[in-house]
């Protein structure tokens, strides 16, 4: 029994037992089975075939290419949450609900109908076909094409993590820089960068991860052109349905493997801005301001010695 919590407010031990229980066992099923699944086929034939699967020319191509959409798209979504978030926080606009609408729209929306709407606009019979076939331009069914539709449906996230954030801790540490001389962007590195650097560790993570996992809207707009425009989830697809299932497990163990990695460090953040705020005595929350604007983050950095530098 809990000793800081009142005998009214603890469960029993059986409907804690049975509460945990039920939350393993849906665990197990649901999650852990599933990728322990992949790994066994994928290592089911060895690693000879295994690494081969790796490196065929093909899956080598999806590689390099989910790679390089996930190096476009991410520092763009970290430019476009940062001024999102700055301007949604530190200002008042007309249509600033538009803005924060707009910022989920890609949440509400189906990746499908997301890439749907870059072939309407971009493709041979869209919007801007004619235009772009005339200047010897491609969009659609070539990598741009691959780089836009990744980038609207990992957009949220960075300035999702930040806007809550930045709402909480405020403008008066950037206003008592500013009274103190510093120009906007030594505010900017000095002040709020160390701030939300937590917030914005943990919204890239999620977007990376998401980036190099998308499969609806790059289906649609990569037109699945073998060693050209398929990243690793479509190439998964392709292998499976050509009953290559040893090579697109072996594949898809990559994607689990980033999972993998994806929550060690999403718990490696969480911990360290947990430790952060309960080294300056605040609550451990994340994200949130108790661990971002912990001192030696945040007020040190409005020092008149310090932001004459």
Known sequence: MSASRPDHLTEPVAVRVLLLGIAFAFLALFLVLPLV???????KKGWVLYLEALVEPDAWSAIKLTLLVALIAVPLNVLLGISAAWSI??????????????????FSVSPVVA??????LFGSRGWFGEWLQAH??????????????????????????L????????SEEEQAALTLGASGWQIFRRVTLPNI????LYGVILCNARAMGEFGAV???????RGETNTIPLHVEILYNEYAYQASFAVASML????????????????????QGAEAGLPAEYPGPAAAAAPGSGPPSVRPQTLAA
Do not use: C, N
């Open 115 to 120: 890439g749907l709407v870059y072939v309407l």
């Open 136 to 161: 010897d331009l491609k969009i659609v069914y070539a990598v741009p094409g691959v780089v836009l539709a990744t980038t609207f449906v990992t957009f949220p996230f960075v300035a999702r993590e």
């Open 89 to 106: 926080t530190k200002f008042q606009f007309r249509g600033k609900q538009a803005l924060i609408t707009l910022i989920d729209l890609p």
């Open 219 to 225: 289906s649609v707009v990569s037109g699945r052109i």
């Open 37 to 43: 699944a992949v790994f066994v086929e994928a290592f």
């Open 197 to 200: 650097k937590w917030g914005l």
């Open 256 to 275: 689990a493997v980033l999972a993998l990695v994806t929550l060690v460090l999403k718990s490696l953040v969480e911990w360290r801005s947990s430790r």
């Open 163 to 170: 806007i809550p954030l930045m709402q909480a801790q405020g």
